[in-house]
T-cell receptor
């Protein structure tokens, strides 16, 4: 059973702080890693993807991947109340089709 | 912009009814997916399709079937709805390619089975 695990939270951070979201996965054959943001009552939307070990930065967001330790993280700098949402980690496995498996999500609350 | 349209936002059905959930995408994507989302369980893959008339079971296919007669349309069928199929159903699509993976989601269909 391929698994993607996240702490469900809620994770509460003050406005302006760094929010750190973590995800572990069980299949070493995993190929691509994604972070989706889902506001309450809305569909998920992609905010970051990463394929290679190391860091990838996009504005206030940084995705970090460590394949040896099988974890991927998302850092949100200068957190804003508008960042309050559920963040879903997703993994695409190598070989076969474009199957993407999601974690259960971490709820982030940014306190003004 | 990619648009994935789910035909019904809210449905209420009775136990034993046959239910059709329709999904249409307008970006010529090869791959289409049906997920269900439940509190505490995240998104769970029901079925996916990588080409017309092709389908693959996801992680929780029991009680569901799918149909993909045209590239742009992917239907989820509940042959005999049960109360444990009450959920939010999300359709998604993505193109095939080396650096793909982004899923484009529809707005969701909230199904209640009484």
């Amino acid at each position: 059973q391929k698994e993607v695990e996240q702490n469900s939270g809620p994770l509460s951070v003050p406005e302006g702080a760094i929010a750190s979201l973590n995800c572990t996965y069980s299949d070493r054959g995993s190929q691509s890693f994604f972070w989706y943001r889902q506001y309450s009552g809305k569909s998920p939307e992609l905010i970051m993807f990463i394929y290679s070990n190391g860091d990838k930065e996009d504005g206030r967001f940084t995705a970090q991947l460590n394949k040896a330790s099988q974890y991927v993280s998302l850092l949100i700098r200068d957190s804003q109340p508008s960042d309050s949402a559920t963040y879903l980690c997703a993994v695409r496995y190598s070989g076969g089709y474009q199957k993407v498996t999601f974690g259960t999500g971490t709820k982030l609350q940014v306190i003004p | 912009d990619v648009k994935v349209t789910q035909s019904s936002r809210y449905l209420v059905k009775r136990t034993g009814e046959k239910v059709f959930l329709e999904c249409v995408q307008d970006m010529d994507h090869e791959n289409m997916f049906w997920y269900r989302q439940d509190p505490g369980l995240g998104l769970r893959l029901i079925y996916f399709s990588y080409d017309v008339k092709m389908k693959e079971k996801g992680d929780i296919p029991e009680g569901y079937s799918v149909s993909r007669e045209k590239k742009e349309r992917f239907s989820l069928i509940l042959e005999s709805a049960s109360t444990n199929q009450t959920s939010m159903y999300l359709c998604a699509s993505t193109p095939t390619g080396a650096n793909t993976g982004e899923l484009f989601f529809g707005e969701g269909s909230r199904l209640t089975v009484l």
